[in-house]
């Protein structure tokens, strides 16, 4: 997030993923009359100090790296100290896709639950990591999957873990089988919904699992076979533009940075 003194003010939104939406803003003194949301919304103090009511009794006053969790529909206000700036941070996500993933992952699904603050370093960081993503370039699909695991992570560690909520193993044979499909080249544009549903497990359960038993998530996973599609290619003479396509990328430029990444050098030059 832009940490300038100046005013700023950024929406982010994707038709990919209606059912989240950020926002960031730069010393702000814009207040709020005390109001609900229909979404889940997630909060963060990056700069100056916020004055919130909603969670309890009375006012909490949030330092920076201080996080609140409001429920859909729970009226609140986090407004800056009298005549102060503050920064801040706000995710917005659908109540009925959040209700879906949490019984996904067994979890309850929290209705009627109170606001809630979280002091926590390590979360603060893990929040500002994700936000940062979602205003970048990078694919939706990555996206999507560091939003799920953020949101069941901060489940679990809010609440004692239920019995069904544990991480299940990943069998050898549906880890082979994974993988058995993840290296056929005609299924690199398989969703994590798609994967899970293969696996027979929740989306979080199979990010979990699958990166306890590779080292890698599935999208990261599929992002690396591809890149080893495309060395192959690459050095078969395959024009670097229908590797893009052919592998799915939104366009050559990315596929130019998700091979760096992996690689160190461009496309063209290990092609040399």
């Known amino acids: 997030m832009p940490r300038a003194a100046e005013r700023h003010s950024a929406f982010w939104r994707d038709p990919a993923l209606p059912f989240v939406e950020s926002r960031q803003a730069c010393h702000s003194r814009t207040c709020y009359k005390p109001h609900s949301h229909p979404t889940f919304s997630i909060g963060a103090v990056d700069q100056g100090c916020s004055l919130f009511t909603g969670a309890g009794q009375g006012q909490a006053r949030l330092l920076p790296g201080t996080l609140v969790f409001v429920p859909a529909h729970c009226v609140h206000a986090c407004n800056p100290e009298p005549g102060m700036f503050w920064s801040y941070q706000m995710?917005?996500?659908?109540?009925?896709?959040?209700?879906?993933?949490?019984?996904?992952?067994?979890?309850?699904?929290?209705?009627?639950?109170?606001?809630?603050?979280?002091?926590?370093?390590?979360?603060?960081?893990?929040?500002?990591?994700?936000?940062?993503m979602l205003f970048s370039a990078v694919p939706g699909a990555e996206k999507e999957a560091a939003l799920i695991e953020f949101l069941a992570d901060y489940e679990a560690g809010a609440h004692q873990p239920l019995a069904s909520s544990l991480?299940?193993?990943?069998?050898?044979?549906?880890?082979?089988?994974?993988?058995?499909?993840?290296?056929?080249?005609?299924?690199?544009?398989?969703?994590?919904?798609?994967?899970?549903?293969?696996?027979?497990?929740?989306?979080?359960?199979?990010?979990?699992?699958?990166?306890?038993?590779?080292?890698?998530t599935p999208h990261a996973y599929q992002l690396n076979q591809r890149v080893n599609l495309a060395r192959g290619w690459l050095r078969n003479g395959t024009p670097v533009a229908d590797i893009a396509y052919r592998l799915g990328f939104a366009d050559q430029s990315h596929f130019q940075r998700v091979f760096k990444a992996h690689t160190g050098v461009t496309p063209g030059l290990y092609r040399r």
């Open 167 to 216: 991480l299940p193993q990943l069998p050898d044979s549906t880890l082979k089988a994974l993988l058995q499909c993840l290296e056929d080249e005609g299924n690199n544009h398989l969703t994590l919904s798609e994967l899970a549903t293969l696996a027979g497990m929740g989306r979080y359960q199979l990010i979990r699992a699958f990166r306890a038993a590779t080292g890698l």
């Open 91 to 132: 995710l917005h996500l659908d109540a009925a896709w959040l209700r879906a993933l949490r019984l996904e992952s067994g979890q309850s699904a929290s209705d009627g639950e109170p606001a809630r603050i979280s002091r926590d370093a390590f979360t603060y960081q893990r929040f500002c990591r994700l936000n940062d």
